[in-house]
């Protein structure tokens, strides 16, 4: 089965960017579209972003303009490029596929504070 390993979170100051990374030991494109998920402290899991097979992108309104997310189907990674990141993006954030999703990776943690 596939896995899926997220990186790069980190502690950064409010208004400052971060990129996370999603390594998967197969292939996304069998997986259809992918995600990022977000879980904030005693909150459940959400998706924030989404991205088609084909490049077709989604955002929850909180993180329109800001986040962008991306897929190299070759290499088998998705990327989530933040920007002007604000205290409540803080949150462990997750990646899967939408809709049927597979083994939880352990996520990245992305505080945001000043």
């Known amino acids: 089965q596939v896995q899926l390993v997220e990186s790069g979170g980190g502690l950064v100051q409010p208004g400052e960017s971060l990129t996370l990374s999603c390594a998967a030991s197969?292939?996304?494109?069998?997986?259809?579209?992918m995600g990022w998920y977000v879980q904030a402290p005693g909150k459940q899991r959400e998706l924030v972003a989404s991205?088609?097979?084909?490049?077709?992108?989604y955002y929850v309104e909180s993180v329109k303009g800001r986040f962008t997310i991306s897929r190299d189907n070759a290499k088998n990674m998705v990327f989530l490029q933040m920007n002007n990141l604000k205290a409540e993006d803080t949150a462990v954030y997750f990646c899967?596929?939408?809709?049927?999703?597979?083994?939880w990776g352990q996520g990245t943690q992305v505080t945001v504070s000043a």
């Open positions: 899967n596929g939408v809709g049927s999703t597979i083994t």
């Open positions: 197969g292939s996304i494109f069998s997986l259809g579209a």
């Open positions: 991205i088609t097979r084909g490049g077709r992108t």
